[in-house]
């Protein structure tokens, strides 16, 4: 199944498509609204394409100076070449301290690599916190957008699921209502966790440290009480120097949900000193083991799209969704359609820069408008990368000779004015005869909705000849 | 495993990507009319409010996110409000969930971004702010920087293992895009701006 089919189980639902597509639009003026109020908007985003580009010069020395200081600031750094081993990092730690219940905020990464499997077929009960992604994590669904991981369900099927998941009254579905619900039931996982696991949105060499943002403070609580705080970060995540931040932090929200700026932005810079001991005779007295902070490098593929000079530029995004929220395609056609861990524009850049066989359709969802590229706040050449993308994946189509053969035909026929008039007498003849929707699907989904307009009956070459004819009768009966 | 550290490295390198001399220095970004009036707007967007009272005697001026006569359970950082209940004698991080009230003090707000930044004096000083149902930052009138430039230029990252920009309170609309106040922490956020 193809995009296309995938898109076309998002769109049986007019009226959840209808309402996808406006609140996603919805989002997009936000942003819009709070670019405005910024007078250097512009110069932000150069800034931030500038510094990007500058880091992606220079990775090696730049994580070799994170390591140094991060390690000085007491935070034990890991390096996994691939899902497997960041997976198994995060496994073996969480083993060796014999801990089960783990809370996560969201990234993008470990979803990725697929670590809630992987640690869930082991025993280990992983709990996502972001209230969009326990949705989806309580549906056994992906999410279907990077920073709205529910977006594609409506008040009323999380209504159902929570009077299922978390004991809710029958019938509920008042947003208020339904997230004090999740509020009550995660708030006890948070205080039962062991470990808390999140993702990285901005490494910083220079200090050694990290940002985390969340608007809900799910990175916040979930690191702040369990002793162990694992992070994941991948390879393109790192910035120079501290004050780098700046122009990142002020495009990252206004540009993801037009926010002058996330409730938390949080500063991670080694593990936390610990709290006093409780005195033994409390329950959940903690204390017991010194806060430790580990961070795990991940490439999975990210060096060798660094190597790839088209695709590079990609590296630079940020996750702020924005290119998804403008997309005309995405926005009707849902997250789930893309089949990928991340969708729109730059997840099938992404997606098809890793994997050009599975993916080779992502290229192709997208209109070429280039109102991603517009939005982007790094000013990643979105739509010219998939134009790209068409060009390498068209040039070894298996149709390709068929195609040729018949444009080599069709240029033969354009040459000889009298074959070209003869066959369109003969096309037009032949194809009123048919019935109208004769193109449906012939050619694949594209003609799926398309129908051809009623031929004329003559051409315009005939239409001219005749008045001029016609002209010249009357000017000789005059 | 010094292994997988060593290939990343190696394919990095081999990775050849060309070399791109920094970003000169930003150019200060433009600076604002009334800075605080830019950040009683940013916060109130973030869900917040802004209060602007005395120092000597701010508790007594401002509008309590709850009767303050009925509270049971505060964390408080500033003398001038004396911490009780659970914000005094919690013996553990995880007994401070059911305080009512959390009190910081920030070491400045952000105008632009409707934001503060506030260094936590103890871990568990970041828990009651996390797991209070209300907080109250409280912030110097004179210590409003215009943006997260001027913001960066004043924070020592070696100073502390840990610090936040707050912008308002925990929030979430990952239902039908509807906002709601408090997904997982306080409900409400005060800013209190002071003046001598
Ligand atoms: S490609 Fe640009 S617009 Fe899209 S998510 Fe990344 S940073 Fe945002």
């Known amino acids: 199944m193809g995009h296309v089919e995938r898109a076309a189980r998002f769109v049986a639902d007019p009226e959840r498509t209808r309402w996808h597509d406006e609140a996603l639009w919805h989002v997009r003026t936000r942003r819009d609204a709070a670019a405005r109020l910024v007078p250097d908007w512009e110069d932000l985003r150069e800034q931030a394409a500038a510094i990007k580009r500058h880091a992606l010069g220079r990775l090696p020395e730049l994580w070799q100076a994170f390591e140094t200081n991060a390690s000085r600031a007491g935070t034990i750094v890991h390096w996994a070449r691939d899902a497997r081993e960041h997976n198994e990092i995060v496994y073996r730690l969480l083993q060796e301290r014999g801990i089960r219940r783990v809370v996560k905020s969201k990234s993008m990464l470990t979803e990725e690599c697929g670590l809630n499997p992987h640690l869930g077929k082991r025993g280990i009960e992983i709990v996502d916190t972001d209230l969009g992604e326990r949705i989806v994590q309580l549906r056994r669904e992906a999410p279907s957008h990077i920073v709205m991981p529910a977006i594609h369900l409506r008040r009323r099927e999380i209504g159902e699921l929570f009077e299922r998941e978390m004991g809710g009254p029958k019938g509920i579905d008042d947003p208020e209502a339904l997230t004090a619900l999740a509020r009550r039931d995660l708030r006890a996982r948070f205080l039962a966790a062991e470990a808390g696991l999140t993702g990285v949105n901005f490494a910083v060499a220079e200090t050694g440290g990290f940002v985390v943002v969340t608007n809900e403070g799910n990175a916040d609580l979930g690191t702040a009480l369990p002793d162990l705080h694992i992070a994941s970060v991948g390879l393109e995540k790192i910035l120079p120097k501290q004050g780098d931040l700046a122009p990142f932090l002020r495009l990252l929200a206004r540009s993801a949900t037009g926010q002058a700026m996330t409730a938390y932005t949080s500063h991670f810079r080694g593990p936390r000193p610990p709290s006093p001991a409780a005195p033994p005779d409390r329950p959940g007295s903690d204390g017991r083991r010194d806060p430790e902070l580990h961070i795990v490098i991940v490439d999975n593929g990210r060096s060798r799209l660094l190597g790839t000079p088209a695709f590079r530029e990609a590296l630079a995004c940020i996750r702020c969704g924005a290119c998804l929220n403008t997309c005309p395609v995405y926005r009707r056609s849902g997250g789930h359609s893309y089949e990928a861990t991340i969708p729109g524009p730059i997840g099938s850049v992404l997606e098809t820069a890793r994997d050009s066989r599975t993916h080779a359709e992502l290229p192709f969802a997208c209109s070429l408008c280039g109102s991603c590229s517009e939005v982007c706040p790094v000013r990643i050449p979105l739509h010219r990368q998939l134009l790209a993308f068409r060009e390498s994946i068209s040039s070894d189509d298996p149709h390709r000779r068929l195609r040729r053969w018949g444009l080599d035909l069709l240029g033969r026929v354009m040459l000889r004015p009298a074959h070209y008039e003869r066959l369109g007498r003969w096309g037009r003849a032949f194809a009123r005869r048919l019935p109208g929707t004769w193109l449906e699907g012939l050619l694949g989904p594209w003609t799926r909705h398309r129908s051809l307009p009623t031929l004329p009956s003559r051409s315009f070459r005939e239409l001219h000849r005749e008045r001029v004819k016609a002209r010249a009768a009357r000017e000789d009966g005059r | ?196």
């Open chain 2, 1 to 196: 495993m010094n292994r997988a550290r060593d290939d990343i490295l190696a394919r990095l390198d081999a990775a050849r990507t060309p070399r791109v001399e920094p970003p000169r220095p930003p150019t200060a970004p433009p600076g604002m009319d009334d800075p605080p009036a830019f950040l009683r707007a940013r916060l109130e967007e973030a869900g917040g409010r802004l209060q602007m009272a005395a120092a000597r005697n701010w508790p007594d001026e401002i509008e309590w996110p709850l009767d303050r006569t009925a509270v049971r359970h505060l964390h408080s950082a500033l003398p001038i409000v004396p911490s009780r209940g659970l914000g005094l004698d919690a013996t553990t991080d995880r007994e401070l969930d059911g305080l009512e009230i959390c009190i910081l003090r920030a070491e400045f707000a952000v105008a632009e971004s409707g934001a503060v930044w506030q260094v936590p004096s103890s871990p568990r000083e970041r828990v009651a702010a996390l797991l209070a149902e209300h907080l109250i930052v409280v912030v110097d009138a004179t210590e409003i920087v215009a943006t997260l430039h001027h913001a960066y230029q004043r924070i020592d990252p070696a100073r502390s293992a840990f610090g936040w920009f707050l912008c308002g309170p925990s929030k979430t609309a990952d239902i039908e895009q509807s906002l709601v106040l408090g997904a997982h922490g306080p409900r409400t956020l005060d800013l209190i701006v002071t003046n001598a």
